[in-house]
């Protein structure tokens, strides 16, 4: 191989580099091969934020949720729930946890906040999160949930049917 066909094969390569990164044509989602810590948090960040893409297909958000999973991102998943202001995306970012099979254990009175909710996806998206919790969840925590349910309801008796149910199910957890 001469200077002239490598060169033409760095060319060819860094055009298809570009192309395949274009965040207007591709979702690109890379994985492995960082090294430095900060880069792998980047990534993470990327892989989250591409939960939100509308155009997001159902191979993209697959490989996602198992980057999430097997990179343990819940810590950096709830932090970008937490500071998503559009109801629409945050409720996206909340049926991942449970899409990615997390264990949200310890993030209960997180999401039984979220399940009081005024808005109707992020309530049921939190919901289904709580739902989804096998391991036992603290006492303290379950008496906490009641209260503020309870307080919800009297609050906002249109709320009532998802909330009984919400209600419902933490007292399963007594059990």
Known sequence: MDSKDYKEGEDH?????????????????????????LQKQHDLEEVISILTDPKLTFEEKDEALKVIKESNAKAGLLSTIKKTKNEDKKAKLISACWEANLDCTSDFLF??????????????????VIETIENPVPMEDLLKAEKQIASRIAEEPDTTPLLEDLLTTVNNFKH
Request: proline share 0%; glycine share 4%; charged share 30%.
């Open 13 to 37: 390569f860094d055009k298809l580099k570009a192309k395949l990164f274009n965040k207007k044509e591709f979702n690109t989602l890379i994985v492995g091969g960082a090294t430095d810590d």
């Open 111 to 128: 999401f039984v906040d979220l399940a009081c909710s005024n808005n109707f996806k992020i309530a049921m998206e939190a919901f289904t």
